[in-house]
């Protein structure tokens, strides 16, 4: 048994119960998996200006281990460099990308979330002061792509914890499909019921993830 072998089995997925895997990353889920964590991956804790992010290329070299196919699916955003970045790499790293243009939705303050540096960074309608929160949701898109290539694959892996996906789960259980379920938190239980195997993200912090530290405000 190799090393990466031994990492797999000790995370359960044993690849001759799981057979052939198709890896479905919901970029937008994954993303902010460990926006509250103060751990770095050995255990240290960090400083106020350290941040802990999903980098896209560890994610791809991870998910190689295991998955005979990886789709990404993560929303556009052209005004920003980063979203450029991101679907940059997942492509460089061999993933399928799937992406939409992303949807900005308003949300609106209490007076009592309101400060001075708050303020700086939102915008007033006249309705009251908001931010701008991109939102792109991909529970369509794969849900169609896992039935379409579901001749092509025995076990069905998705990141994320989202219950939207339970109902898929159940429908592929019911076509002879395994599942296994990698999300961080608390896994809805609707989803986890469906499960054969399910993994908290913590336990492949240390796979994905990199340190990073914030740009200090001027």
Same mark, same amino acid.
């Given at each position: ?15 001759? =119960?799981?057979?052939?895997?198709? +890896? ?32 896209? =290329? ?28 991101? *679907? ?5 790293? +061999?993933?399928?990308? %799937? ?12 007076? $009592? =979330? ?13 309705? +009251? ?10 529970? %369509? ?16 892996? &998705? ?20 599942? &296994?379920? &990698?999300?961080?938190? $608390?896994?809805? *239980? ?15 912090? +240390? ?12």
């Amino acid at each position: 048994m190799d090393f990466n072998e031994f990492k797999l089995n000790t995370l359960g997925i044993n690849m001759d =119960e799981f057979g052939k895997i198709f +890896g479905f990353v919901d970029f937008g889920n994954v993303n902010h998996w460990f926006d509250k964590d103060r751990y770095d991956i050995a255990g240290r804790l960090m400083n106020e200006n350290e941040f802990l992010i999903v980098d896209v =290329e560890k994610m791809g070299i991870f998910l190689n281990l295991f998955c005979r196919k990886k789709l990404f699916y993560y929303g556009f955003d052209s005004a920003r460099k980063q979203s450029w970045h991101i *679907h940059k790499k997942a492509k460089n790293c +061999g993933f399928i990308k %799937v992406s939409k243009p992303l949807q900005i939705i308003k949300h609106y303050l209490d007076n $009592n =979330e309101l400060n001075e540096k708050i303020l700086e960074r939102l915008e007033n309608d006249g309705g +009251g002061y908001f931010a701008k929160i991109p939102k792109g949701n991909f529970d %369509v898109e794969i849900s169609v792509d896992s039935i379409r290539l579901m001749d092509h694959y025995n076990t069905f892996c &998705i990141f994320s914890g989202d219950s939207d996906f339970a109902y898929l789960a159940k429908f592929l259980k019911q076509k002879g499909k395994k599942i &296994i379920v &990698i999300a961080s938190g $608390n896994v809805f *239980h609707t989803l986890k019921e469906q499960s054969d195997l399910c993994i908290n993200a913590q336990r492949i912090k +240390g796979e994905i993830t990199c340190l990073k530290h914030k740009t200090p405000l001027v």
